[in-house]
């Protein structure tokens, strides 16, 4: 049975008393979690507290040690192209062109050819990429490149898209622009998004949810609202305040670990 959100809507993406141990040594702890459709979620804390391990468990690349992770009412048994990954490093076929990337998807289905250069095109337009469709990934630079990437996600028409600190490797100006760009886009896209980032600012402004983890035992400690209106100002004191909010969380959690 699929869960239900806070907000009344059905959930599109449970956790269902989750755990998840590597070789016998517990990374998360019970986790319950529902998700609503075309909701944004980041998930938050320390390195190593399982962000990651999470969102592979909704894309299917790891599988729960006991619970079950659900998507559309459905058990996660395996990748699918419904659930689409973004990661720090691109992940681009360097011997494709921007083009081809993104016409990756629609090629393994099989599509004709001409309709796989329509949505690449389309996608690639999209992440604000017309006119450098024939570029290689070594002539971009690392903005555009994420672009690619998370355009190549979108050609499959996934209604997941799962982010794994896509911005961590940009320069702070780049990461805001992406953050802007990636706001719009969902908001066009409409597709429930996941965002795994270790940076709070990055987290108040773009998601509605905020799911704050800590470490030992990892598992989540506390589940924030975010309905400040956008765009969102990051010298708004209600913007402000939750920051300060999630660092004293992490602050404690950090403290635990005996890092500071
Ligand atoms: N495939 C694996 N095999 C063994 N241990 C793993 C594996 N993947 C992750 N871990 C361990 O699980 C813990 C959680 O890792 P995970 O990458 O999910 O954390 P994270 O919060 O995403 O970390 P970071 O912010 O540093 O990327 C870490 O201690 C990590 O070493």
């Not at 619970?67 to 076929?93: H, K, M, N, S």
């Not at 971009?140 to 690619?148: A, F, I, W």
């Not at 990892?218 to 004191?237: M, Q, S």
Request: aromatic share 6%; proline share 5%; glycine share 8%.
């Amino acid at each position: 049975m699929s869960g239900v959100d806070l907000s009344g809507a059905p959930a599109k993406i449970s956790f269902r008393g989750v755990r998840k141990s590597y070789d016998n040594v517990p990374v998360l702890e019970r986790v319950d979690l529902d998700l609503a459709e075309n909701s944004f979620t980041c998930l938050l804390g320390p390195s190593g507290c399982g962000k990651s391990t999470l969102l592979n468990m909704i894309a299917g690349f790891a599988a729960p040690t006991a619970g079950e992770v659900l998507v559309g009412g459905r058990r996660v048994d395996g990748p699918d192209a419904d659930r689409g990954v973004v990661f720090q490093e691109y992940a681009l076929f360097p011997w494709r062109t921007a083009l081809q990337n993104v016409a990756f998807g629609p090629m393994l289905k099989r599509l004709p050819r001409r309709e796989q250069q329509v949505i690449a095109r389309k996608y690639l337009a999209l992440v604000g990429l017309s006119g450098h469709e024939d570029k290689y990934p070594s002539s971009l630079s690392g903005g555009m490149k994420q672009r690619v990437a998370i355009a190549r996600a979108l050609a499959n028409d996934p209604s997941v898209l799962l982010m794994d600190e896509p911005f961590g490797a940009l320069d702070a100006q780049t990461r805001e622009t992406m953050q802007e760009e990636l706001l719009r886009i969902w908001e066009r896209e409409r597709k429930t998004l996941v965002f795994v980032t270790h940076s709070i600012s990055e987290a108040i402004f773009l998601a509605d949810r905020i799911v704050v983890m800590g470490t030992r035992p990892g598992g989540i400690k506390e589940v924030l609202d975010n309905d400040l209106p956008h765009p969102r100002d990051r010298t708004h004191a209600g913007f402000i305040e939750m920051e300060r909010h999630i660092k004293q969380i992490l602050r404690a959690e950090v403290q635990k670990l005996g890092v500071i």
